[in-house]
T-cell receptor, first 111, second 115 residues
Framework: DAKTTQPPSMDCAEGRAANLPCNHS???????VYWYRQIHSQGPQYIIHGLKNNETNEMASLIITEDRKSSTLILPHATLRDTAVYYC????????????WGAGTKLIIKP | SAVISQKPSRDICQRGTSLTIQCQVDSQVTMMFWYRQQPGQSLTLIAT?????????ESGFVIDKFPISRPNLTFSTLTVSNMSPEDSSIYLC????????????FGSGTRLTVV
């Protein structure tokens, strides 16, 4: 079973910030939180990852709560091309670094 | 990060036949991963392929059905054998992005339809 829970779908207006939540209440101290997205008919694309500090890159920001039981992916200025399924994943340390994929959040950016 | 070329990108196959999917990476990688994504579903790991050793299969997947080759550090194949319509899925290969803590890169996938 996936170790994360996400809302099944979200809408966001183009140009606004998209905030995607993820709960991972059973996360272990040495497990990282990864975010990927999958645009229709393409392979998943890495977005960002973090352990306990907030992270930012050219694509997004990742905010992890102090207790590490939840996180939020922020797309600061969403465009129509950001419409995709977004997956929040906790990396399993002891299984060849296997990723356990949940159902993800279908993010729809509306003009 | 690594760039993956996966082919074919799609195929329509008759039941009972087999299809071999190829995954070529532009750099040497230790582990390669094969996933299945059934229609409307999330990704499920089929197996992990290390060069020079037998692939490690996840629960529910067996070597006779999904034989994997890993002849060198840049190439792997996954065969879907004796196909049935239930095998209709997207099959994806994946490699580490550079270091194990930096996530994974995925190929564009092979969309398989079995009729």
């Amino acid at each position: 079973d996936a170790k994360t829970t996400q809302p099944p779908s979200m809408d966001c207006a183009e140009g606004r910030a998209a905030n995607l939540p993820c709960n991972h209440s059973t996360i272990s101290g040495n497990e990282y939180v990864y975010w990927y997205r999958q645009i229709h008919s393409q392979g998943p694309q890495y977005i960002i990852h973090g352990l306990k500090n907030n992270e930012t890159n050219e694509m997004a920001s990742l905010i992890i709560t102090e207790d590490r039981k939840s996180s939020t992916l922020i797309l600061p200025h969403a465009t129509l091309r950001d419409t995709a399924v977004y997956y929040c994943i906790v990396r399993v340390e002891d299984s060849n670094y296997q990723l356990i994929w949940g159902a993800g959040t279908k993010l729809i950016i509306k003009p | 990060s690594a760039v993956i070329s996966q082919k074919p990108s799609r195929d329509i196959c008759q039941r009972g036949t087999s299809l071999t999917i190829q995954c070529q990476v532009d750099s040497q990688v230790t582990m390669m991963f094969w996933y299945r994504q059934q229609p409307g579903q999330s990704l499920t790991l089929i197996a992990t392929a290390n060069q020079g050793s037998e692939a490690t299969y996840e629960s529910g997947f067996v070597i006779d059905k999904f034989p994997i080759s890993r002849p060198n550090l840049t190439f792997s194949t996954l065969t879907v054998s004796n196909m049935s319509p239930e095998d209709s899925s997207i099959y994806l290969c994946s490699v580490e992005r550079g270091q194990a803590f930096y996530g994974y890169t995925f190929g564009s996938g092979t969309r398989l339809t079995v009729v």
